[in-house]
């Protein structure tokens, strides 16, 4: 689909007033797209079939889905409510994918999660190998119902020729992230406390895990950006990675936001805290030949932003 296309299409965004989607909204907007409908999680629940249905009703005549949508949280989170987070995202992947084929919507985009990735995975993951054993278990609910859009996509390709995609963010971070100790990642969780313990001089503060696990981090708007560029260019039901392709250790990241924050006390890493998978760093070549997506934003500059907006807003 072309760019001009892409701008005088009717696109609906799940999602599109949260931390990824109303960023993705932003960047399209900025390309030029208008057209765009996001509507309120309060307004239609879309883990029931009759208020998918009738959102469909209500905007007819839609040209791409954009299913951005989850119940999503932090290993704390997803530790404590598993079978909410496999219902809820369960039936919205379903539902508003099975929706969007009946009503001829020409192409649906879906997103997934590195979570879908098995425990056991080679560094750095490749997209054939997310089917090739179970998901990391503090989080095995939320990987397994959005593995379950990717099957998905894929049988309907399969059966309609229905044109679905379906991409894998690396861990997310930036600003209007959910910045609440019971519900957030890392991130948002580290700026949380060792802003606190700045503002109170407070000697030290606990980080979760050993700090010997590593993540590869990717800004927001940086997965925006790869959004519309696949929107426009992909159109197969094989999974694309969507990150920047480095790693650092919890540690490190600690230290880092503890520096750009100005916290000088000490960090304790409680072993006795879950720490999920040890490593994970994607293998990010395919997203750039066949769409021509690069992560740009640095984690130091990411970050800055980050704590700027943290500081403005709260």
């Not at 029931?48 to 949508?69: G, P, W, Y």
């Not at 981090?217 to 392709?245: C, M, Q, S």
């Not at 990241?253 to 916290?263: D, F, K």
């Amino acid at each position: 689909m072309s760019e001009i296309e892409k701008k005088n299409s009717k696109i609906l965004i799940t999602g599109g007033r949260g931390f990824l989607g109303s960023h993705t909204v932003d960047y399209f907007k900025e390309k030029g797209t208008e057209n765009i409908i996001t509507v309120s999680s309060k307004k239609f629940d879309l883990t029931k079939e009759s208020e998918v249905q009738n959102l469909f009703k209500k905007f007819s005549d839609i040209d791409i889905v954009i299913h951005i949508a989850a119940d999503i949280g932090g290993i704390k989170y997803s530790s404590m409510y598993p079978a909410k987070q496999f219902y809820n995202n369960t039936m919205m992947n379903t539902l508003v994918l099975h929706n969007s084929y009946l009503n001829k919507v020409k192409k649906f985009v879906g997103i997934g999660t590195v979570c879908e990735y098995p425990e056991v995975t080679p560094i750095p993951f490749t997209e054939d190998y997310v089917w090739n054993g179970y998901p990391v278990p503090t989080n095995d609910a939320y990987g397994l119902s959005k593995r379950g859009l990717l099957g998905q996509t894929i049988a309907y390709n399969k059966q309609y020729n229905y044109n679905a995609i379906h991409l894998l963010p690396i861990n997310m971070y930036g600003p209007r992230d959910d910045f609440s100790l019971e519900d957030s990642h890392v991130i948002p969780a580290l700026i949380i406390k060792l802003t606190e313990a700045k503002l109170k001089e407070i000697n030290s503060v606990e980080v979760w895990g050993s700090g010997k696990a590593s993540r590869e981090f990717v800004y927001v708007r940086d997965v925006a950006e790869a959004i519309y560029l696949a929107t426009e260019k992909y159109n197969k039901p094989d999974p694309v990675n969507i990150g920047t392709g480095h790693e650092i250790k919890i540690k490190d990241l600690a230290h880092l936001i503890a520096e750009l924050i100005g916290y000088d006390g000490d960090l304790i890493f409680d072993t006795n805290k879950p720490e999920g998978q040890m490593r994970r760093q994607l293998d990010t070549t395919k997203a750039k030949q066949i769409f021509g997506f690069t992560a740009k934003t640095s984690l130091k500059e990411g970050l800055e932003k980050t704590i700027k907006w943290y500081n403005k807003n709260y």
